[in-house]
């Protein structure tokens, strides 16, 4: 080990392996359970990942493509398992409202801790820039594609390549919903002036979800008399 002198470590931290949320499959610690669960004879329960199977989304399918990104080995695979975090941060909807120990965030010494205090939120400006100010998150897709890219790449200082991210912006419009939904009003609504326009966010479990909860439930039961 690189500036560190083993022989001073006293105290070492062993983390135990990970176990699977019975409901969700969620990969998770068996400190994280609920403790009144923990010695439950179906097993422990937890509340963060699916709240004990009460929240239930559909399966994800597979992208090749980003299977490839991911797990490949070209120079591109490599470039952006790289810059994954900010791939991602670059195509958020919203930032991430908290109150964070920044004493903490930024003490170097120790393990990296990023402790929250209350409540997170996620904030979300308006619909589209407010004057003569750059486009942020959700805003960025109501610009044109190659706009977008562009406007992506500033953000984070030209390290990100424009190629991939129309990419990865395209395959986002396939799978989801509210990129689509974004998608439609730049058609609609692109270079004319809007005055006034809303995007309510509604929770409606669709018959697809329904089944498939119920298939969860069904599978969880015959689990339980195994
Ligand atoms: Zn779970």
């Known amino acids: 080990m ?3 002198d083993t022989d001073s470590i006293t105290h070492r931290h062993l983390i135990d392996p990970m176990i699977q949320c019975l409901r969700c499959k969620a990969f998770v610690w068996i400190q994280e359970s609920l403790k009144s669960t923990r010695n439950h004879r179906d097993g422990p329960q937890f509340s963060f990942c699916c709240s004990k199977g009460q929240i239930v989304l559909p399966d994800l399918r597979p992208i ?15 470039h952006f398992r790289s810059k994954i975090r ?3 941060s670059s195509l958020s909807f919203t930032s991430m409202g908290a109150d964070v120990d920044r004493a903490l965030a930024n003490s170097s010494g ?3 801790t990023f402790r929250v205090g209350g409540e997170v939120t996620h904030h979300m400006g308006s619909l589209l ?5 750059p486009a942020k998150f959700g805003q960025i897709y109501i610009l044109d594609p190659i706009e977008q890219a562009i406007r992506r790449n500033e ?9 991939l991210l ?5 395959i986002l419009e396939v799978v989801n919903p509210f990129c689509r939904r974004y998608k439609s009003i730049r058609q609609r609504e692109y270079g004319k002036r809007i005055s006034s326009l809303k995007i309510i966010l509604k929770d409606r479990q669709s018959e697809e979800q329904r089944q498939q909860r119920q ?6 039961q015959r689990q339980r008399r195994q």
Do not use: M
């Open 129 to 133: 820039p407010l004057k003569d100010q």
């Open 155 to 163: 953000i984070f200082d030209q390290q990100l390549d424009e190629h």
């Open 166 to 170: 129309l990419e990865l912006q395209q």
């Open 64 to 78: 090749p493509r980003l299977l490839e990104l991911v797990s490949g080995d070209t120079d591109e695979s490599v």
């Open 86 to 88: 900010q791939y991602n």
């Open 215 to 220: 298939r969860q439930q069904q599978r969880h």
């Open 2 to 4: 690189f500036g560190i």
């Open 110 to 112: 120790g393990v990296y």
